[in-house]
């Protein structure tokens, strides 16, 4: 049996795979371990979907290889979206590298192991379309929240994303499935669902013929123990009446819409193969603030897209400023190869699109600023994430801040309060795009 650690780069939905691949070793025998140094395999699962993802897990496993030749680790197996893209290349280019393990054969990790353990090298594909269901997890988050992955793949095909290359065909799980992994979150403490898949909103059509995400909902609410339920990656044009009205009227699902429009231009998102125009998502937007007043908009915004004029640009910024996108995910645009974007004429120069990268991140930030002010003398309700001894103060998040990606509530207390605690919190000041308060003791 062999000491193993795990490195989960990319997205929550790679770091539920981390979690299932950390379970199913450890139900093989294997004793899974925190820190990489001294043990007898590392797993990097890696994400390989944009140039600045790919660079940080070569960077990553350089890292790893620098302690395997000071025989601080004995071999390295890399998994994830990185070896899917990279099949044929990475181990010829990676020598370092003991096994790889596709997106499609997370669970036949244990092959590898043995493989690396008989001093082997070993490459484990497996069907990328393979029906999903849910696996036993160990749960790397802190015990109040968990992510909830719902469906793998997508059949969106934007025209710049290799995703559906990676990861396959779009393939829900079903909602028995869904449901008996939640119970078992809720019996083990959570208290914060983060429902997450590559297009969220889509879930169901594949198995049940249409979006049972409503349905869903209503299920997963019904969960004793669970508080929040958080959702991710809600593709525009599916959101409709029913959807914002389930949300509406549940009151475990925080008012917090993560929807990634990407640009606003009419003749952009079309040579991108994206679903709804300017006017759409401008309406959209309209009718979620008017059925839910409180709601905060996450977005993510790819500036720099071939074609892009200055009119594109200027049309972007003038919507962000009219329709003030609470969090947003701002990125400069990357030619991926294999995909039809990068074929595209009018690349946009990259000075250019690092220009126009810096101006989109100034103006949310101001939005996001103006947002924040706006919480001054509200009471708002945080779920309590731990003690900062540098601040000398609490911490924790609204249901307007999903971990990871957005701001913080800073807060003062006479009291000790416990991890994963909701308590009421008076906000008094901002600080760098967080809240500062005091407990409503
Ligand atoms: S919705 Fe578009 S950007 Fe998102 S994963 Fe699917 S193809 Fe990629």
Redesign the pocket.
Known sequence: MAKIAFVSLGCAKNLVDTEQMMSALETAGHEILPDIDNTDIVVINTCG?IESAKTEAIEEILEVAKLKAEGRVGAIIVAGCLVERYREELMTELPEVDAIVGCGAFLEIGQAVDAVLAKEKKAVFGDLNAPIKGQSRMLTTPPYMAYLKVAEG?????A?????SL?GKYRSRTVEDVLDEAEGLAEYGVKELIVIA??TSRYGTDLYGKRMLPELLKKLADIKGIEWIRLH?L?PDEIDDELIDTIASLPKVLHYFDI?I?HVSDHLLESMN?RGDGKYLGELFKKLRTKIPDCVIRTSIIVGLPGETKDDFVKLCDFLKKHKLERAGVFAYSAEEGTLAAEMPDQVPEELKQRRLEIVTDLQSRVMNDYNERCMGKTLRVLCEGFDRYAECWFGRTYADSPDVDGKVFFSSSQKIREGTFVDVVIEDTLDGDLVGSIVE
């Open positions: 979907f997508c059949d969106n095909h934007c710049y994303c290799v995703i559906p990861r590559q297009d990656y593709y990634p990407q994206r």
